[in-house]
Nanobody
Framework: QVQLVESGGGLVQAGNSLRLSCAASGRTSGAYAMGWFRQALGKEREFVATITWSGRTTDYADSVKGRFTISRDNAESTLYLQMNNLKPEDTAVYYC??????????????????WGQGTQVTVSS
């Protein structure tokens, strides 16, 4: 089992940036894909971005393409999400997730077996 802990959330004004981090611990050996999801108040959890173990393949939700960048440092067991030009509609709890049994990326939440507790991101207009 992999334990995930997110950090870096906060309150920012629209147009500003934030970088989220997700520290993995436990059984972090082996190649596996990871991703970021978010859930706004009263809405379902939605896909944000995903990345392969090597970092060579990524995928993004259309709503964040060109503004968000997912990356990972496997030596530090850390996943990142750089968020630029933030908008009020980006306000949500952001979750880090891992597909510990698969190397392929996925945009489906049900394909991930390990989840963090989430970090709140609030963007004011």
């Amino acid at each position: 089992q992999v334990q995930l802990v997110e950090s870096g959330g906060g309150l920012v004004q629209a147009g500003n940036s934030l970088r989220l981090s997700c520290a993995a611990s436990g059984r972090t050996s082996g190649a596996y894909a990871m991703g970021w999801f978010r859930q706004a108040l009263g809405k379902e959890r939605e896909f944000v971005a995903t990345i392969t173990w090597s970092g060579r393949t990524t995928d993004y939700a259309d709503s964040v393409k060109g503004r968000f960048t997912i990356s990972r440092d496997n030596a530090e067991s850390t996943l990142y999400l750089q968020m630029n030009n933030l908008k009020p509609e980006d306000t949500a709890v952001y979750y880090c997730a891992a597909r510990t049994k698969y190397i392929r990326i996925s945009s489906r939440a049900e394909d991930y077996d390990s989840w963090g507790q989430g970090t709140q991101v609030t963007v004011s207009s």
